[in-house]
């Protein structure tokens, strides 16, 4: 029987060990395939054939897709970016009288955090068929760390109102910080603040992007901003 109790503590220590939570790790996924258009893609990818790994992978892959103009009907990142091709060629042929440079499409992941509750992934893309400019866009996306979800800002945050005025206090401030002399109505025409599409984490506090276009003039670009961990706490249902 005395030997009993150690053979028990020690298959209880090893169940908690095995049942221990392993985050994901990631490695970066390059496509190098030739194209008559200028396409890159280097992204994010979590290793392994787990759950969580596939998850995650999937959702990374879903929102790539969902930020660019090009991906009707399109579920995979490899089709999107021949379908780019397949269709500047297409362009060439159908106005080959027309001297344009070659349409562009790069896209561009970064692990930016990673906690044992949240996994943000930041993602650029850029397109470009022709005209004055391309349209460049950052999305954020935050990943649920155990199961590989996509998180909305309800999921962590607990008191939208009350943040919604944190943020604009905090806005308010890193304009007052910029020596561009901005003011809050160089950026919302006239309506009341509000906050952006794209929100996630980083190593100090919560950062937030606005597209261009999505406040401001185009001559602006990104807009962004930080609220650092100890301001944001009180709103995060998570530590």
Known sequence: MKHIIPFLIFVILLNSCSSEFKPATFDTITVE???????????SKATGNTDLSNSINTNVENAIIAT??????????????????????SFKTEYSEIDEPAWELHIETELVYQSEAIITI??????????????DKIKLLNLDAKSGKTLEINDFI???????????TQFIQS???NEDQLTIENFFFGEPFHLPEN???SEEGLV????????ASYDL?????????SEVQPYLKMN
């Open 122 to 135: 930041a993602i650029s893309t850029y397109e470009f068929k022709g005209g004055a400019h391309g349209n």
């Open 158 to 168: 607990t008191d939208l109102t009350g943040f919604t005025a944190l943020a604009e």
């Open 33 to 43: 395939e030739p194209f008559e258009a200028e396409i890159s893609a280097v992204y």
């Open 221 to 229: 670009g990104y807009t962004e901003f930080m609220i650092p961990f």
């Open 208 to 215: 937030l992007i606005y597209n261009v276009y999505e406040v």
């Open 175 to 177: 304009l007052e910080e």
């Open 199 to 201: 929100i996630g984490f």
């Open 68 to 89: 660019l103009n090009t991906s009707e009907n399109k579920t995979n990142l490899k089709t999107v970016l021949k379908a780019f091709n397949e269709e500047y060629l």
